[in-house]
């Protein structure tokens, strides 16, 4: 193995955020982690955030890092404690690193763990050809998932989360944003037994999309009233459950209104900003509706369901992959991120 590596690095007074590097360290592994080759990795929403410096990657986030948590690769070597990961493992990992310890944890709630550090994020990650992590938050790959899939593991499990929390077995579902992680709730709802799953955007083409997902019926919320029409296509009940991806206010009070009552809201989404329920009273409270939110993905639950999803003739992840790049050229995918360009941005070390 070679001395360095190349990898991308936030520094805080870089103009796009990243600069990248051909001379860095390979990491030194401690007992209980994997050293893992990169294969690729893909561009997350949050790596923006880091790139642009926000008041949440302030708050969390000490430069400068080594950035990037959506990838796959193979274990190159082990720590001396770790037994059940070997050398030419394929691996995905998962960027949220339980401390084990705290109530969460130690109650079966890991992915909310009180002490969490993030891979790529607090800890150095995997836009780099090489990656340390502990072994325990890596998910081995069965042989017919590619690399390129096996990167969508972890973003795309926040999709899955959400319907999970839906529990849409048997229910008709409204899930509201169509980008990667939509079109996997989509697909998700139907193969875990949606009857019925509307999909909403504001762009036609991502909803053309939605439909080569598995959505059976598609609206655009910009040209439409998009509680009326739920209701047109429920029978005037209204949808069993919400799924909201898009975090905007605007969507969250249309889902909120496109619910029967006792239905549910599962909040995927992240707000960047404080968001008004505009008639809490009427539309959740007289009515039971629940509303919870989800935060990344269950370890190792969302992971073993997405891998049914991939398996399951609704998942196409042609659609969900926008562009292949080297990783030096990422200044490039990122133009294709701001472009509007669709689809997840794969690096390639």
């Known amino acids: 193995m070679k001395d360095t590596m190349c990898g991308l690095v936030k520094e805080v007074n870089a103009p796009s955020g990243l600069v990248y590097h051909t001379d860095l360290s390979i990491p030194e592994i401690n007992d209980d982690e994997v050293l893992i080759k990169v294969h690729c990795s893909a561009i997350c929403g949050t790596d923006l955030h880091i790139m642009e410096w926000d008041e949440w990657s302030q708050k969390r986030i000490k430069a400068p890092v080594t950035v990037g948590h959506e990838t796959a690769g193979e274990i190159v070597a082990v720590g001396k404690n770790v037994t059940e990961r070997k050398v030419g493992d394929r691996v995905s990992c998962e960027s949220h690193i339980p401390c084990g310890e705290c109530y969460f944890c130690k109650n079966g709630m890991p992915h909310i763990c009180k002490n969490v550090k993030l891979f790529g994020c607090t800890q150095n990650g995997a836009f780099a050809e090489y990656a340390k992590i502990r072994w325990d938050c890596t998910f081995l790959l069965e042989d017919d998932v590619t690399d390129e899939a096996a990167c969508m593991f972890e973003p795309m499990g926040a999709g899955i989360h959400g319907v999970e929390a839906a529990e849409v077995n048997g229910k008709t579902v409204l899930v509201s944003g169509c980008g990667p992680i939509g079109l996997t709730a989509i697909s998700a709802s139907k193969t875990f037994g949606a009857v019925k799953v509307i999909a909403c955007d504001l762009i036609d083409e991502k909803l053309e999309v939605a439909k080569k997902m598995g959505a059976d019926a598609v609206l655009n919320s910009a040209k439409c009233d998009l509680p009326a029409e739920v209701r047109t296509l429920t029978g005037g009940v209204g949808v069993d459950a919400a799924i909201d991806i898009t975090g905007a206010e605007p969507a969250l009070n249309s889902a909120l209104k496109c ?75 990122l133009a294709q991120i701001h472009s509007g360009v669709p689809g997840k941005m794969i690096l390639y070390p």
Request: hydrophobic residues 40%.
């Open 259 to 333: 619910l029967r009552a006792a239905g549910r809201l599962v909040c995927v989404g992240l707000p960047t900003k404080p968001i008004t329920f505009h008639d809490m009273t009427d539309d959740l409270v007289y009515r039971e509706v629940q509303l919870t939110g989800v935060s990344g993905r269950k370890i190792w639950e969302t992971w073993e369901d997405f891998a049914k999803v991939m398996k399951g003739p609704y998942f196409k992840l042609d659609q969900v992959i926008g562009g292949r790049f080297p990783m030096k050229d990422f200044e490039a995918a």
